[in-house]
């Protein structure tokens, strides 16, 4: 696929992996929209878009929102006049044992980051079948496999996938690509922003985040599988390691992934 001159909507790009593609796709020569919950932070990612010279536009927008899906998909129309790639990147983390977690709080990562996905591409979706287009769902390897402590992410990434794979089969007649991209762990900010029980920002990252993937590296990787067409992504070593073992050994792997979880800082085991 020819990236130049595409028209690429990321939704929750003001920091982490969504910044990140915005970049790595404008520099590849795409016209770029962002959206974002927060308009101090959406301005100053558009400035430095634009100082890349990035043909860019923002929309502040709540992901969890249908409203504000069907306006931000009518507002990139308005400003570039089609829509040829749709990167749901929007996302936010838990960490709680189910039993303390609060339901509101699993609501409000269905609604991020399942209820985003499904309702902006539903509103894209026009434009992308028009087009021949891409859709990418920015998943994690939860959507793989399940992390205690991390109930409601885990089901909204198994929920994400899914979805992208039955609307992937509707689809692959009419000429839309459709990328589940699923890293590991990634240094970005998504850690610090997880969920508490109470629905708190936990703070302070429980993992080494200098020992990870960092985010541009994620979206060079979505770049090239975009490029490629690809149908998934599964990125680290460590990630890959983990879905093969899980489908061959989930039993054991249940015993694998409570040991390594329960070596978090502060982790909820302890």
Not at 32 to 44: E, M, P, S, Y
Not at 94 to 105: I, K, N, S, Y
Request: contains cysteine; hydrophobic residues 40%; charged residues 25%.
């Amino acid at each position: 696929m020819i990236i130049k001159d595409k028209v690429v909507i990321v939704t929750g790009a003001t920091s982490g992996i969504g910044e990140a593609c915005a970049i790595v796709f404008g520099r590849a020569g795409a016209k770029v929209a962002i959206t974002g919950r927060n308009q101090d932070k959406l301005d100053r990612t558009l400035l430095n878009l634009q100082k890349e010279g990035i043909d860019c536009f923002g929309i502040k927008a709540d992901a969890g929102k249908a409203e504000d899906n069907k306006a931000m998909a009518e507002a990139v129309l308005g400003h570039f006049g089609k829509i040829d790639i749709l990167i749901n990147n929007a996302g936010i983390s838990m960490r709680a044992l189910f039993e303390e977690l609060e339901m509101e709080v699993f609501h409000q990562v269905m609604d991020t980051n399942f209820w985003g996905t499904v309702y902006a591409t539903k509103f894209c979706l026009p434009e992308i079948l028009k087009n021949k287009g891409t859709i990418v769902g920015v998943s994690s390897i939860n959507g793989y496999r399940g992390t205690p402590a991390r109930t409601a992410y885990t089901a909204s990434k198994y929920a994400m996938n899914g979805f992208l794979e039955a609307l992937r089969t509707e689809v692959m007649k009419r000429g839309v690509h459709v990328l589940v991209a699923c890293p590991g762990f990634t240094s970005s900010n998504i850690r610090q922003n997880a969920l508490t029980a109470n629905g708190n920002a936990q703070g302070a990252s429980p993992r080494e985040e200098g020992e990870m993937m960092s985010a541009e590296d994620v979206a060079e990787h979505i770049l090239k599988a975009t490029r490629k067409k690809k149908r998934d992504l599964v990125l680290t070593r460590e990630g890959k390691l983990a879905v093969f073992l899980n489908k061959w050994i989930p039993g054991i792997m249940d015993g694998i992934v409570y040991r390594h979880m329960a070596k978090e800082k502060d982790s909820p085991f302890k």
